[in-house]
């Protein structure tokens, strides 16, 4: 069947490695906020192994800690003179 079943959607969850990197904390601080309960998270298993992995909401990452951002806005010395004057 090629055709997609409309009744599944897809999740977006990120690893803590992801979450880790792109909130700027260390992978052991998300690893530590969910032991905590602060964030909840999906562990699955990877492989055959007892190995497990956590996957998270994004969503549920910011509210813990707020992403940071890529790029600071710069300002132009220039227009802070011109408006100040």
Known sequence: MSEKNP???PLELETTA???LRVG???DAIRFSIA???IPAYSVQR???ERFMHLLR???VDKVYPPRPES???ADPNELVKESA
């Open 58 to 60: 994004p969503s549920d």
């Open 47 to 49: 492989g055959t192994g």
């Open 25 to 27: 904390k260390s992978i």
């Open 36 to 38: 905590t309960g602060k």
């Open 7 to 9: 009744r599944i959607t």
């Open 18 to 20: 992801h979450a880790a």
């Open 72 to 74: 600071l806005p710069s």
